[in-house]
């Protein structure tokens, strides 16, 4: 019985000192290969490949250390402060890869007390998923993002987080158009919510537009106006049918291009219910006289704006209303095309050229009416049956391919 005791005891004090001495050499592996500090111009420019495998050594101890048996739990918080400083430096030089940990080992820092370090992390987090969110082949939760910036800046409040917050709308508004409004639906009704909250209200009322325009898809738009010979837009008139909105000006080169195709789709649509809008945004010199002149005049693939489009003018429209379409909806670029549905909701904000005609198409179908009366699941489900119909399709184009 005695000599079983001893050999337990022996057995336990060899385990533990291989326990000791395997955590030691860890740790030495930790420390040998960890920076002493974050490099100053972290983010301006990647970190060199030496200090980057020097990291990636630093995480493989880490994770041999969370995998000993028995780990007291400051051991754990002596390797996840270090695992912070090494992931910090490798989600700028690989950040898919080291992203999504360095966003989780910042909660656990937040969680264990640890403000100081918590803190530091979760501004590069906040940083390098700005970038991330402005790729536009970037498959990422903005709302989450802002979310989570709305959550640092409660934190931290200060001048530095309304920086943060600015840099990040900024860096969205520099996108094109399709991608910036939405990543500008997800992120700025959480910042204004937050403006309100703290009552800054001037911030959240700058939003405002960039919210208007961004989520309007799903809502009913609100159109008023006046037109190049004075008179009023009458919505009611336009019950029923098909609209497309643009905004343009007599200037704007993309405008002109964009006619001969507007005016191709308007002949072959109108006496099916199209009704194309035109919102001249009245800058740069594009009076009333201006834009009758320029209609009057331009072809456009050997054709003339139809005399009955409807030619809304910004300067009119001011003057009546004291403000304009372009001003509540934040229109900063032009040419910008809303299609808008029979049931009078936005359908599509900027329709790519390419699917345009196909989108119209299927406002102007019958079945158009019958959909919006359907319920959320049903939606789902027939647009689950045409994705299915499209495979299906795509799959018997292949194999028509494959004969040749």
Known sequence: MRTCFWACALAFFLASFVFAQDLAQLQKNITDN???????????????????????????????IYALPDLSIPDKVWALRRETIALIILAYAETPAYYPRLALVSDELERMGDRKLAQVAE????????????????????????????MY??????????????????????????PRDRRLAAAAPIFQEYYLRINHTARAIALEPDIQRSTLVGKEMM????????KDLDWLALDGKVV??????????????????????????HDRGLEIIAINTGVDGDDERKVKQFIET????????????????????????????????????????????????????HPLPSTLENRIEEALSP?????????????????????KRQGEEDQKIQRELEKL
């Open 34 to 64: 960890l920076p002493a500090s974050l490099p100053e111009d972290l983010g301006s420019k990647p970190p060199p490949q030496e200090l980057v495998g020097s990291c990636k050594k630093v995480i493989e101890a880490v994770n041999q």
């Open 123 to 150: 501004k590069h987090v906040l940083t390098i998923g700005m970038e991330l969110a402005i790729r536009t082949n970037a498959n990422f939760n903005t709302q989450a993002l802002a979310e989570r910036m709305v």
């Open 153 to 178: 800046a409660e934190q931290n409040p200060g001048e530095e987080s309304f920086r943060l917050l600015d840099s990040f709308l900024q860096k969205i508004r520099r996108m094109a158009v399709r």
């Open 223 to 230: 159109l008023m106006g006046v037109d190049i010979n004075g």
């Open 244 to 269: 497309l909105i643009q905004f343009w000006g007599t200037w704007c080169v993309n405008c002109k291009a964009e006619f001969s195709h507007l005016i191709s789709l308007y002949e072959k649509y």
């Open 298 to 349: 331009e072809y456009f693939g050997g054709k003339k704006i139809p005399k009955d489009w409807i030619m809304l003018h910004e300067g009119a429209g001011e003057r009546k209303f004291k403000t304009t379409l372009t001003k509540f909806y934040g229109i900063t670029e032009l040419p910008v095309l809303i299609l808008i549905g029979q049931n009078g909701k936005v359908l599509d904000l």
């Open 367 to 387: 079945f158009a009416t019958i959909m919006d009366e359907l319920t959320d699941e049903e939606s789902q489900q027939y647009e689950e049956m045409k994705r």
